[in-house]
C-alpha cells in the first residue's frame, strides 16, 4: 500500500522506496500525497510505478493529474474506495466526522521538538529541504494550484477531502486511463 510525505522522513522518499521496491520484484503504489514528483519517482524506478489517484480539488481537477501520471509513463492507475472523507451533519454525530487541520500549530510543532533535537542531521535535513521550497510546510507534488505551482500539504489535504471517487466515476477515469487500474481498500 502507499504511504505519502516520505520525503519528510528521509531525503531519497519515495524515490528511494521505488528503488528498493524494483529491486524487491514489487510494485510501488505511489501515493497521491507525494512530495516527490512522479516524473522523479519513475526516473529513479527500477520497477513499475502504480498511481494511486485521490482527487485534490474535485473531479475535474484530476484530469490533469491523471494525464501527468501517464505521460510520466506510470504502469498502473490506483483509485482508493475507503478515503476519509467529511460528513455532513445529519449523518454522523459530531465527534464521529473527520477534521482535517488547516495547519501545524506552534503547540503542534513544539511537541516533536524532542525527537527533532534528537536526530540533528535530519532536523539539518528538513530545514534544507524546507529552504529549497521557500515553507517549513511540505509540498504536495502532484496537487496544483492554477498556476501550476505545487500545493502546501495542509491546503491539498483539505482539498482531498472535497470530492472523492465513485463508482460512477470509472467510465470518466476510462476515458483518461487506458492501462491497468486498481481499485483499493474495498471492505
Known amino acids: 500500500s502507499s504511504v505519502g510525505f516520505l520525503s519528510i522522513g528521509h531525503s531519497d522518499g519515495e524515490a528511494g522506496v521505488a528503488r528498493a521496491a524494483g529491486a524487491a520484484g514489487t510494485i510501488q503504489f505511489l501515493s497521491g500525497v507525494t512530495n516527490t514528483p512522479i516524473e522523479d519517482v519513475i526516473a529513479d524506478a527500477s520497477g513499475p510505478v502504480f498511481y494511486q489517484l485521490y482527487y485534490i480539488g474535485g473531479r475535474e481537477a484530476s484530469a ?106 470509472i467510465p470518466w477515469i476510462r476515458e483518461r486511463w487506458d492501462g491497468p487500474l486498481v481499485i483499493k481498500g474495498i471492505l
Open 64 to 169: 490533469p493529474i491523471i494525464e501527468r501520471a501517464k505521460a510520466a509513463g506510470a504502469a498502473g492507475l490506483v483509485i482508493i474506495a475507503d478515503t476519509a472523507t467529511k460528513a455532513r451533519p445529519r449523518d454522523r454525530l459530531y465527534r464521529e466526522r473527520a477534521s482535517v487541520p488547516a495547519a501545524a500549530t506552534p503547540r503542534e510543532a513544539l511537541r516533536f521538538a524532542p525527537q527533532v533535537l534528537a536526530k540533528p542531521r535530519w532536523g539539518v535535513g528538513f530545514l534544507r529541504a524546507a529552504r529549497r521550497v521557500g515553507s517549513l510546510e511540505p509540498l504536495m507534488a502532484m496537487g496544483l494550484n492554477a498556476d501550476r505551482t505545487p500545493m502546501k500539504f495542509f491546503q491539498a489535504v483539505g482539498r482531498i477531502y472535497e470530492e472523492t471517487p465513485a463508482w460512477e466515476d
